[in-house]
Structures are given as structure tokens and as C-alpha cells.
């Protein structure tokens, strides 16, 4: 809890070795809950864990980041209340978002839900996705808005999911893609 940095992504954990696994932790009111930078081969396996509060008003940190690495894994948590940023912001070549909550509560105020901003690999299963009308962006998920990244795969699975999007208005999810989600 209570990361600050100069750069204003102060972290619970940043990793900078090439595996990281995270298992029954809670990351509160950090600038940024867990961010990897680009790690060739780097795998990151978090779960049943909590995080909360976690962001900057810049917008630019975030609950869960991570850079470009190979494989991103996050099952069974609990993630909410984000501050500004998004919840799960992935360049991960892999990306497995599997069986959490991931809410903005009453004082959420998430960018995206899920950011998979280079594309890649991603299975988005089993979630509960909750965007409150607070949220700056009117989209949940959001899959390659960077662009492909360079990556020798790109192909998403959107499956057995609850999405909720308190807003008037919004896009459950947004391919930016050349081809198309399904």
C-alpha cells in the first residue's frame, strides 16, 4: 500500500526479473498495483488476489500493467475501484483474464476494464465486469488499440462473461483490429 514515485507509477510490485507469481496479496492505493515493464520471455501469473485503489489522475497507471512479455495470467481476483487508469492493461503476447470480478464500485473510475492494447493471444473468460458511470471511457474491453504490435498472433476470446456498463451509453467491447473477434 501507498506506492508513490517521482514518475507517478510508484508500484506494490514491479517486476523486473522474468517470472513473477502473486498469489493471496491485496494492492491498495498504490500508483500502480503490479507493473512489468517489456521483459522478453517474462511470465506473470497473479492469483486470487485483491487490488483497490490503485491509479494515478494522469491516467497513465494503473491495478495491473504490463509491457510487452509473454505470457500475462489473472484468475480469481478481485479487482475494483480503480483510480483513473484501467483495471487490466496488457502488451503481453498471452493474455488470460479468467473467473475474476473486475468492478469499478461506487468510486471506480477505470479507463478500461481490460486494455489489451497491442492485441496478441487473449482469453477473456468467466469474468464479472462492472463499469460504473464514472469511468472516463465509454468502452469495457478494448483489443488492439495500439495496433498489432508486431505480434505473429493476433486472435481474442471473449467467452461466458457478465459485462455490465452503468453508463447511458457505451461499447461492451471495441475491436480495433484488422480482423474481426469472432
Known sequence: TGARSRDRNGAGIRLEGRQLTVRHCFFHDNESGVIAGNISGG???????????????????HQIYVGRIAELDVQFSYIHSANIGSAVKSRAALSR??????????????????????????????????????????????????????????????VHNTIVNDRASGNFIKNHAKKPLF
Open 97 to 158: 483474464v479468467l473467473y475474476n470480478r473486475i468492478v469499478d464500485g461506487r468510486d471506480g473510475t477505470s479507463n478500461y476494464s481490460i486494455d489489451l492494447s497491442i492485441g496478441g493471444r487473449a482469453l477473456v473468460m468467466g469474468n464479472v465486469i462492472e463499469q460504473s458511470n464514472k469511468t472516463g471511457n465509454h468502452t469495457l474491453i478494448t483489443y488492439a488499440p495500439e495496433g498489432g504490435g508486431g505480434l505473429k498472433s493476433n486472435e481474442v476470446f471473449i
Open 43 to 61: 511470465k506473470i501469473f497473479i492469483s486470487h488476489s485483491e487490488f483497490s485503489r490503485n491509479g494515478h489522475a494522469n491516467g497513465q497507471a
